[in-house]
Nanobody
């Protein structure tokens, strides 16, 4: 009943920019937290950025000053603007959303399918 659709990944040279989009659709009563994670081949999945309903943002130290997470509350959509990309940013990027499908049930986590970001040097 809930689907996360990611887009915006691709191949870019070091120093370039990409903008990732994550759109949540389906049976949604309330979206609580939205965030981005990434996982490089052979490595652990790591947090990149979070934006809760308060609008406060949190970033991994490795992306501070370069990445910006934002959220369109009306559209249940999150964005990740990535500037000054580095080869170390190469990974599959996953959107994660915590939401309530209706007010009678606890919230749950939903993950996007992932989008590949490759930064060449």
């Amino acid at each position: 009943q809930v689907q996360l659709e990611e887009s915006g990944g691709g191949l870019v040279q070091a120093g370039g920019s990409l903008r990732l989009t994550c759109a949540a659709s389906g049976t949604i009563f309330r979206v609580n937290l939205m965030g981005w994670y990434r996982q490089a081949l052979g490595k652990q999945r790591e947090l990149v950025a979070l934006i809760p309903s308060t609008g406060t943002t949190n970033y991994a130290d490795s992306v501070k000053g370069r990445f910006t997470i934002s959220r369109d509350y009306a559209k249940n959509t999150a964005y990740l603007q990535m500037n000054n990309l580095k080869p170390e940013d190469t990974a599959v990027y996953y959107c994660k959303v915590n939401l309530n499908e209706d007010w009678t049930r606890p919230s749950g986590d939903y993950w996007g399918q992932g989008t590949q970001v490759t930064v060449s040097s």
